[in-house]
């Protein structure tokens, strides 16, 4: 099945830097990749996605870049703020299922 | 929105109870998955139904059965719960075609004792 890991596990950075979270897949099959965002005590949601025929995909303050060939995507967030902190899931999906990395604590100092 | 309501937010189960979680979704999708989060590893997927009565094994099926009776309801069930299913579960759905996103449930924290 697939595998995605994810990296770093924690994240700490000065609020108004930017953030990275970098994830790599296992499956070339994988077509969709979406991004996850857990608050505390809450359910995760959908902040961003991108398809695979897509290089990046920009939303406001963050983004997504997807290299098919490496089999690698990361989340970048600019100009963080105390509300992104939480914890970040990328996933990966084949068939019907996602598969998840293993998260990063994001954590922003004001 | 889409509601993907779960019917405990805690439980706490003694170690050989039968234990049934339950998910009801209100947007006709006909995929619903249960995941568990534990600290470290993410979210591992145990069982998924791409429709009403259909089932499939996910990454972790083993100690977990399921039942899809109703397009709008998912049930986990803990033949025989033990202390390593303590966990938190997540229930989630997705509707066919191109809006791939999964709605999660607020999740049930279990505990077994």
């Known amino acids: 099945g697939e595998n995605v890991e994810q990296h770093p596990s924690t994240l700490s950075v000065q609020e108004g830097d930017s953030a990275v979270i970098k994830c790599t897949y296992s499956?070339?099959?994988?077509?969709?990749f979406p991004w996850y965002k857990q608050e505390l005590g809450k359910r995760p949601q959908l902040i961003i996605d991108?398809?695979?025929?897509?290089g990046e995909k920009k939303d406001q303050r963050i983004a997504v870049t997807l290299n098919k060939t490496a089999k690698h995507f990361s989340l970048h967030i600019t100009e963080t703020q105390p509300e992104d902190s939480a914890v970040y899931f990328c996933?990966?999906?084949?068939?019907?299922?996602?598969?998840f990395g293993a998260g990063t604590t994001v954590t922003v100092r004001a | 929105d889409v509601k993907v309501t779960q019917s405990s937010r805690y439980l706490v189960k003694r170690t050989g109870e039968k234990v049934f979680l339950e998910c009801v979704q209100d947007?006709?999708?006909?995929?619903m998955f249960w995941y568990r989060q534990d600290p470290g590893l993410g979210l591992r997927l145990i069982y998924f139904?791409?429709?009403?009565?259909?089932?499939e094994k996910g990454d972790i099926p083993e100690g977990y059965s399921v039942s899809r009776e109703k397009k709008e309801r998912f049930s986990l069930i803990l033949e025989s719960a033990s202390t390593n299913q303590t966990s938190m579960y997540l229930c989630?759905?997705?509707?066919?075609?191109?809006?791939?996103?999964?709605?999660f449930g607020s999740g049930t924290r279990l505990t077994v004792v």
């Open positions: 991108i398809r695979s025929n897509v």
């Open positions: 947007m006709d999708h006909e995929n």
């Open positions: 989630a759905s997705r509707g066919q075609g191109g809006d791939y996103g999964y709605t």
């Open positions: 996933a990966a999906r084949a068939d019907y299922k996602l598969s």
């Open positions: 139904s791409y429709d009403v009565k259909m089932k």
């Open positions: 499956d070339s099959a994988s077509n969709y």
